[in-house]
């Protein structure tokens, strides 16, 4: 059984930053597809960023502000946020993809107000 857990969310002013972490429980991170999801209230969930074997992806709506990567001991992934605008206010989820299985974290609240 794997387990992916999310840490690092809270309320922050527009223009703050955050950095969100997901660790796995048996070391996976290393060899899957990792990604960083996110679902805001009435709104479907959608891909913020995503890196495999060192290549990253992001939404328009992330790019120049947002930064994924792992640590050197590929025991966690990394979410950058910078430069945050209230539209980034959502549940942020950790997804590692390996193997043919899916796995995903439970979520951290991630809220863009003043």
């Known amino acids: 059984q794997v387990q992916l857990v999310e840490s690092g969310g809270g309320l922050v002013q527009p223009g703050g930053s955050l950095r969100l972490s997901c660790v796995a429980s048996r070391s996976i991170i290393g060899d899957s597809v990792m990604a960083w999801y996110r679902q805001a209230p009435g709104k479907e969930r959608e891909l913020v960023a995503q890196?495999?074997?060192?290549?990253?992806v992001y939404a328009d709506s992330a790019k120049e502000r947002f930064t994924i990567s792992r640590n050197s001991a590929k025991t966690a992934v990394y979410l950058e946020m910078n430069s945050l605008k209230p539209e980034d206010t959502a549940i942020y989820y950790c997804k590692a993809d390996k193997a043919g299985f899916s796995y995903w974290g439970q979520g951290t609240q991630v809220t863009v107000s003043s």
């Open positions: 890196i495999s074997k060192g290549v990253t």
